[in-house]
């Protein structure tokens, strides 16, 4: 479908949702690269890569024996896009001499024309803006990238966006990252909130090959119903009332809209003659606050009175209500809706109105719960950095020695498929907020649905997955990749952990490679070779899922302990010994307590001898997830399981890290698994406390993070949530992340709080039993080693955190003593942290304990 015919789709079909999504849905299909030809201007496309494939290999997609359609929903974004109408273009710099590379091209709705920096004369150097005005104020949550379709001179690479409200006043970037260097449209996104202008920023040519920037359209979407950074007001004392209800027919009352039971409505009156649209409901919260969005829930147990074009008011008085401070169409579904306001408002009453009924079937309108959403308060509910834009989806991650995240995806940067022998990376250096990416073609191994594991060297064992039978080593020293001996059994979606002896095992993975039981095997670090274990058989560990083998052996959750022993905790309720020596063996310990089988849950060590399991579901899809949390103690062989509080939210492909003072934050998932999709998305983090066994929210995401997403504590205490789909021609592909502020790091006006300070004392490495002397610039409480770890399909078996014996030696010295037992402190890179009394951590050192 031509561009043109795109737009003119979205303007004249702009009350439905459902054909705009189509429309950009349309805009983004065919992200297999546009092939270039020579040209001698920089405004042509200079000499294009070699047939098929761009510069960094993304060809077209190749199915997989287990390759899944993305669902119906997968393909429509949840934002809208916004109409261009009215609309202006500026730029910092234009051609107008060589070409017609103005900037209002962007906005013409043709792909064949384009805005291209100045490049006659003395080329304009980067970077180079491309200014957006809408003249008038919306929420926006991304910039729609197409880049030129006629050649690859000036595709942007390293960017920046900025908002305002005054077209003067830009404040920090609200996204930065780097885009991959073919010709697909890319979507930019980014915590929605209320603009007029919103300014592009090329810092770099995707090519390195001048210093030009070029762009064919621009679009923005606009309210996703994700606000980020906010949570939930309590609704203690709250009101309601409507302009009409149904009191006849049925409870109907506008009461019900606050009673936390989503089988009981408010209903506009429908006896007798029904009242006609529009229908307003009005929510008293008896006492000021600010309010920054409007959560409306439809009813659960049929369609009528649906929400369609809905606006949200607000007023102090309950009087006067001013200018709409949100405006939509919701999509005519039974999932939950979110109006995300232009601008926080401090209010006590707020108004939804409804215009209309989302499926036309009648003058109505209902609702099963409407809540509100304010800002997150930073030193309660922590805070959330900009959105980065990644070259690819970071489906699996690493944290490297040097601040540096090692990120990858597939053979594409968008999607998976086939076998193809090489694999899209990406590191991320925390230092400078840069991200490069690479293809790693040496190994022959397209490493989508890995095993992943932290060799005690500080090297990143990497094996099967779409080359099922092949293992990779990346060595962050070198910035390398190599082979190493092929495993003896292929496999997809295993999982792995490093042992006391500084072996890696390895068990399960039917996803991928020939069909059959995928029994243990380890690989050694001296021979390089993998020794199969016939006495650990995958069966004992397989969950009761109705696909079989094929996913009731995936993502399992181990525990190294000493003695070469491993616990399997999960996804399977019962528990499993596994010894590694000789033939090896695997031996019942009991179920998780009262626990069904959780996949796509995850477990995480945040003591010694103590881990914490959080959510999944009894089957890898379409199955509903649990709240549920469970506590595992291991003493020597003996194992106890107990529940401890739920979480607030059900989640399945959620992520969860410990942090250093022993609290795990879980993101993300969702409440029904289907992968690629972003229904039912869980858009709150929870905070567990050991201590009470409780869950607390965390300030919201701005994007959702599900299927294929990770998350990784980092060395300065904060955490990078990030990725999820994958799925090619779809709208759930997230090739970006964020780095998330914990509450204890930051002062309540949202102010870092003062640090700790290692000042010395941290040698390079050190072996198990060592007692290092340390020092630091003020008083410490503790000191903690948290392991360097890799996540990828919510699993990081590499998590550990380890507290650490101390003792005052002197003014600001202290005595740390680290465990003699390889089975507490596994060896690999660490990251040791000193906390303050506060439990305040400092910046990590990093610590190789052998």
Known sequence: MPYRRIRALARGLRRSPWLVAFALGSLLVGVTPWLGVASTGPG????????????????????????????????????????????????????????????ANVLDGSAATIWHSRWTGTPAPLPHTLTLDMHRTAAVSALVYRPRTGGANGRVGEYRIHLSADGQNWGSPVATGTLADDASPKTLGFAPQGARFVRLTAVTEAGNRGPWTSAAELDLLGDPGTPAATVDLPRTGWTATASDEETTGEDGRAANVLDGDAATIWHSRWSGTPAPLPHTVTLDMHRTAAVSALVYQPRTGGSNGRAGTYTVTTSTDGTTFGAPVAAGTWRDDDTVKTAT?????????????????????????????????????????????????????????????????????????DRFGGSSGYTQTAVFDLKTGRVTQRRIDNTGHDMFCPGIAMLADGRVLVTGGSNAEKASIYDPATDAWSTTTRMNTARGYQAMTLLSTGEAFVLGGSWSGAAGDKGGEVWSPDTRTWRSLPGVPAAPALTADPAGAY?????????????????????????????????????????????????????????????????????????????????????????????????RHPRAFGNSVVLPDGKVAVFGGQAYPVPFSDATSVLTPELWD??????????????????????????DGRVFSGGGGLCGDCATNHADGAVFTPPYLLEADGSPRPRPVITGGVPPRAAAGTALTLTTGSPVSSFVLMRAAAATHSTDNDQRRVPLVSAPAGTGAYTVSLPADTGVVLPGTYMLFALDAQGVPSIARFLTVS
């Open 551 to 647: 996913r009731a052996d995936n993502h399992m959750w181990l525990y190294g302990t000493s003695g070469g022993r491993v616990l399997q905790l999960g996804p399977s309720r019962q528990m499993n010994w596994i010894t590694t020596t000789g033939n090896g063996s695997i031996t019942p310990v009991g179920p998780r307590a009262d626990s069904q089988d959780a996949m796509t849950g995850n477990a995480v060590a945040y003591d010694i001898g103590k881990l914490l399991t959080l959510g999944g579901s009894p089957a890898y899809e379409n199955s509903p997830a649990t709240r549920r949390a469970y506590t595992v103690a291991v003493e020597g062989t003996a194992v106890r399981a107990a529940r401890t509080g739920d979480m």
């Open 690 to 715: 050991p201590a009470t066994g409780t869950f607390t929210p965390l300030a919201t995401m701005a994007v959702p993070r599900n299927y294929h997403s990770v998350a990784n504590l980092l060395p």
């Open 44 to 103: 042509g496309s200079g000499p294009g890569p070699r047939s098929g494939a761009d510069a960094f290999g993304q060809q077209t997609a190749r199915q997989s024996p287990h390759h899944r359609v993305a669902p119906a929903n997968a393909m429509e974004p949840s934002a809208p896009l916004l109409d261009r109408t009215g609309w202006t273009a500026a730029a910092s710099d234009e051609e107008t001499t060589g070409e017609d590379g103005r900037a």
């Open 341 to 413: 306001f232009t601008r926080t408002v401090d209010a006590r009453h707020v108004r939804l109105t409804v215009t209309s009924e989302a499926g036309g079937r009648g003058p109505w309108a209902s609702a099963a719960e409407i809540r509100l959403s304010g800002p997150a308060a930073p030193a309660v509910h922590g805070s959330w950095d900009r959105i980065i834009g990644f070259p690819l989806v970071p489906v699996a991650t690493a944290v490297l020695p040097g601040d540096k995240l090692l990120a990858w995806s597939a053979y594409a940067v």
